[in-house]
């Protein structure tokens, strides 16, 4: 049979023969029948096993693993973000990876904390179409991934510790078949600690094939003073070289902000962030709020997370892809390039195979500052 692939509640009467399933760490191969098999205290099938337990450091574990063709239609995650005093990097240490149809190289390949709009190793409130994040790291996402043969999903502790307790549950369906033109979802972390002067910061290049880009999230660390979102988003689609097919206005703008995101209040500078269906400033900070230690200060480059998802403005691309991004700001002198700490994720779909992602970042320089 031919699915039809739903979008959003008006699809919802609509009969599609799907087969439900979920993943969690009681029926990791998403058997019928299977789930919440373990027992306890409590007796049999009474929450025996809700959890993965003590993730060893370096340990790759298996989150789930499961025979197409089907459709994960959304996932749910939770962590300590803190396995012993000093360690609270714990969203940046774990890594997140998803395979599609027995590929080697992971299509999905991103720290836990940035595929979910959370960077800096810290969690914040997200409210939107694809991601949300609800008190406390109450991780989600609704991007819809197809598979054929089949889909793995494994996370890798890097952190120093064991990780005592991982939650999580992934939902799908299975279908006869899937369409043609189904495409596969992917998704790749970018960090510049220092960007170079003059020089775009690359949030994705690299992408091969036929596709449109779904999303970008940022997390910008400022490092000089002064206006610092008068940076182009620029879009260089099939071939495009010396200049894109699609350059923005500035970086604010691009996450639907306009003149800045502060106002005055009591002679003070305040930032207004917001979280809405397609587009966000969910973070703001210029504290370390996990101070541990009394000799040390809690003061920080300023930090802010930003996202934008191309759901109901896709970019089609038919031969390649690449995304960058300008840091240029303003001043009392006017327009000035500027020098910050970007780090990114970049969400599309596309027809396998993929070119394989560069080699991520060793966790000690995916640390924030």
Not at 109 to 137: M, Q, W, Y
Not at 170 to 192: G, T, W
Request: proline share 6%; glycine share 10%; with cysteine.
């Amino acid at each position: 049979m031919h699915l039809q692939l739903p979008e959003g509640l008006g699809a919802l009467p609509y009969l599609t023969r799907g087969r439900s399933r979920a993943i969690n760490a009681e029926n990791r191969y998403g058997e019928k029948g299977r789930g919440g098999m373990a027992a306890s205290p409590l007796g049999p099938s009474r929450k025996g096993s809700p959890c993965l337990k003590d993730i060893r450091p370096g340990e790759t574990a298996l989150l789930g693993e499961m025979e197409g063709p089907g459709i994960i239609t959304h996932i749910w995650i939770t962590v300590d973000n803190q396995t012993s005093e000093g360690d609270c990097f714990v969203l940046r240490d774990l890594v997140l990876r998803m395979y599609w149809d027995e590929e080697e190289n992971p299509s999905v390949e991103v720290p836990l904390g940035d595929f979910f709009c959370c960077g800096f190793g810290k969690e914040c409130l997200v409210n939107s179409s694809a991601v949300t994040v609800v008190p406390s790291r109450g991780l989600n996402t609704y991007f819809q991934m197809p598979f054929r043969k089949k889909a793995r999903i494994t996370l890798e502790n890097q952190h120093a510790n064991p990780i005592p307790a991982f939650f999580y549950q992934i939902d799908y369906c299975l279908y006869e078949e899937l369409p043609e033109n189904a495409a596969y979802f992917h998704a790749s972390f970018r960090r510049q600690a220092l960007t170079e002067i003059g020089k775009d910061y690359v949030i994705i290049d690299g992408i091969q094939g036929a596709g449109h880009y779904a999303g970008t999230y940022i997390a910008l660390s400022t490092l000089q003073r002064y206006w610092w979102g008068e940076g182009e988003v620029k879009f260089y689609i099939d071939k495009d070289q010396e200049y894109p097919t699609i350059c923005g206005t500035g970086m604010e703008d691009y996450f639907g902000g306009s003149w800045s995101f502060a106002s005055q209040e009591g002679g003070r500078t305040v930032e207004h962030t917001y979280s809405t269906p397609y587009l966000g400033y969910p973070y703001y900070s210029r504290h370390d709020d996990l101070i541990h230690n009394l000799y040390h200060n809690d003061d920080c480059p300023p930090m802010r997370g930003f996202y934008r998802w191309h759901v109901a403005d896709p970019i089609f691309f038919e031969e390649d892809l690449k995304v960058t991004v300008q840091q240029i700001g303003v001043g009392h002198k006017g327009l000035f390039e500027r020098q910050d700490d970007l780090s990114s994720v970049a969400y599309w779909y596309q027809k396998e195979p993929h070119n394989k992602f560069r080699e991520l970042l060793p966790k000690e320089k995916r640390w924030p500052r």
